[in-house]
């Protein structure tokens, strides 16, 4: 059964850091990968999407990377704000179908 | 863009009673929908996907007597939750894709309707 992680399970910094957050699959075998953002007690808003063909995808000040021999998958985020405040999930496609297995989620806090 | 809408954004019920959940896609034909659960402080766990005019596919764990699913136009799929129970307490979301099963597709997700049985 495909397992995803993300690391850390929490963050908080100073506003202007540049973060990286991680994701790993226990099933290195992904079609496609997209990075989500969630506020509280609300849906999920799509970042990125990594097609199969594909390696990266960027985004304004968002980056996503996607390393498929190991399984790992990176956001990198410039210059935080306060505003990017939220919990940031991770998801594939690991058995084709468009069917997605979730990351745990990062919860991520931007202080002033 | 893309958009898709719940209705409700929140219910709440008391237990026994069942629960519809309306899912549509606002712009866009979606040929197939997808429904989620998320518990407090946890992930988004598939339940079911459904495509137009066929009986969903549910995962593993999830009783397809209790939660059902109707997907009827392009356009909207409902998620009933039948004699519920606190159990059943949950944040559901649903999404949609344009695609036939494929795995190039965009799934575009809804705003989620948190669902409490007393």
């Known amino acids: 059964k495909q397992e995803v992680t993300q690391i850390p399970a929490a963050l908080s910094v100073p506003e202007g850091e540049n973060l990286v957050l991680n994701c790993s699959f226990t099933?290195?075998?992904?079609?496609?990968l997209q990075w989500f953002r969630q506020d509280p007690g609300k849906g999920l808003t799509s970042l990125l999407l990594?097609?199969?063909?594909?390696r990266e995808q960027t985004s304004g000040r968002l980056n996503a990377s996607l390393d498929k021999s190991s399984g790992r998958s990176t956001l990198y985020i410039a210059a935080s704000q306060p505003g990017d405040s939220a919990t940031y999930l991770c998801?594939?496609?690991?058995?084709?179908?468009?069917?997605?297995?979730f990351g745990t989620g990062t919860q991520l806090k931007v202080e002033l | 863009g893309a958009v898709v809408s719940q209705h409700p954004s929140w219910v709440i019920c008391k237990s026994g009673t069942s629960v519809k959940i309306e899912c549509r896609s606002l712009?866009?034909?979606?040929?197939?929908m997808f429904w989620y659960r998320q518990f407090p402080k946890q992930s988004l766990m598939l339940m079911a996907t459904?495509?137009?005019?066929?009986?969903?596919?549910?995962e593993q764990g999830v009783e397809k007597d209790k939660f059902l699913i109707n997907h009827a136009s392009l356009t909207l799929s409902t998620l009933t939750v039948t004699s519920a129970h606190p159990e059943d307490s949950s944040f559901y979301i649903c999404?949609?894709?344009?695609?036939?099963?494929?795995?190039?597709?965009?799934?575009?997700f809804g705003p989620g309707t948190r669902l409490l049985v007393l």
């Open positions: 999404s949609a894709s344009s695609a036939s099963g494929s795995h190039q597709e965009t799934q575009y």
């Open positions: 099933d290195s075998a992904i079609y496609n």
């Open positions: 990594i097609q199969s063909s594909q």
């Open positions: 998801a594939g496609d690991t058995g084709g179908g468009n069917k997605l297995t």
């Open positions: 712009d866009f034909q979606a040929t197939t």
């Open positions: 459904s495509n137009e005019g066929s009986k969903a596919t549910y």
